[in-house]
């Protein structure tokens, strides 16, 4: 995540790059859902207490729905 958007790599691949406002992002429990232009592009579990919470702050700050 940077301020600009997210970025989901796999090893040294990027696979996708959208910048906030073009990304829906959804707290489902300890998973976050990304989804772009109505379909959902990436699912992250994040383990740590509070991240979701974190990443939900950053996106309402930087753009997305």
Known sequence: MTTRG???WEHSALLWN???P???VVADGPR???HHEGREVGAMLLE???A???V???KR???AE
């Open 56 to 58: 939900v702050a950053v």
């Open 48 to 50: 740590r207490a509070g």
């Open 22 to 24: 073009q990304l829906r």
């Open 6 to 8: 997210m970025q989901m």
């Open 52 to 54: 979701v919470q974190e």
């Open 18 to 20: 959208h910048p906030w």
């Open 61 to 63: 700050r930087y753009g």
């Open 32 to 34: 976050l859902r990304v």
